[in-house]
């Protein structure tokens, strides 16, 4: 799976609930993405801080579906294929990550509003124990399920969009399965609503 060659990157209006987005990154490799340069080297920190920027992919320039396979913590299998049909968003976190505690309650009013449209919600835990994870959800209320990903088998399959430990991060898909937006670092709740209100329109469009 790969970005196409010149994805077309769209900043959502401005007008939307006041939002002001920051500035799109560039390929996840590019020299001036600053995430992907903590990811090459860390520091010793738990957590990559990433600023919440936005790249929205257009329709027609989105890449191939994701590929992906891996269990939820209670066993069941989960793949890129078991989502396709319906928008879908993929997070990616762990419970010691302050940036993911503090994005949690704004999942979980996006959870609220979007699932009953169809949007399928699916947690990416890079790190933790099912008895962690669980501790997490219940302390949030999360109400969606998470993969079990200590290995990094589902994150390394999206390194086209995500750099290995910018956690959080948070991948939009559309309904065929293919990344219509990302977001690194915490999300915003106003921003990520308009996201994942673009692909529920193409779904019913």
């Known amino acids: 799976m790969s970005v196409p060659h010149r994805p077309t990157r769209r900043t959502l209006v401005s007008g939307l609930s006041g939002l002001a987005l920051a500035p799109l990154l560039a390929a996840c490799s590019g020299g001036d993405d600053s995430l992907a340069r903590q990811a090459g080297n860390a520091g010793g920190k738990n957590y990559i801080a990433g600023d919440g920027s936005v790249m929205e992919i257009a329709r027609e320039d989105r890449g191939e579906p994701v590929e992906f396979s891996s269990t939820l913590f209670?066993?069941?299998?989960?793949?890129?294929?078991?989502?396709r049909g319906?928008?879908?968003l993929l997070n990616f976190w762990y419970a010691a990550c302050a940036p993911c505690r503090v994005e949690a309650p704004h999942l979980?009013?996006?959870?609220?509003?979007?699932?009953?449209?169809?949007?399928?919600?699916?947690?990416?835990?890079?790190?933790?124990?099912?008895?962690t994870a669980q501790a997490f959800e219940r302390t949030f209320g999360i109400p969606y399920p998470s993969v079990e990903d200590v290995r990094g088998d589902v994150l390394l399959s999206m390194t086209d969009?995500?750099?290995?430990?910018?956690?959080?991060?948070?991948?939009?898909?559309?309904?065929?399965?293919?990344?219509?937006?990302r977001v690194l670092g915490a999300v915003e709740e106003g921003t990520l609503r308009a996201l994942l209100t673009t692909v529920v329109a193409e779904t019913q469009a």
Do not use: K
Request: glycine letters at 8%; zero cysteines.
């Open 108 to 131: 979980v009013a996006l959870h609220e509003q979007f699932h009953p449209q169809g949007v399928q919600f699916l947690g990416v835990n890079v790190r933790d124990t099912a008895t």
């Open 74 to 83: 209670d066993g069941t299998p989960v793949s890129g294929q078991s989502l």
């Open 161 to 181: 969009y995500v750099p290995p430990q910018a956690v959080p991060s948070t991948l939009v898909l559309d309904a065929e399965g293919r990344v219509s937006a």
């Open 86 to 88: 319906a928008p879908a």
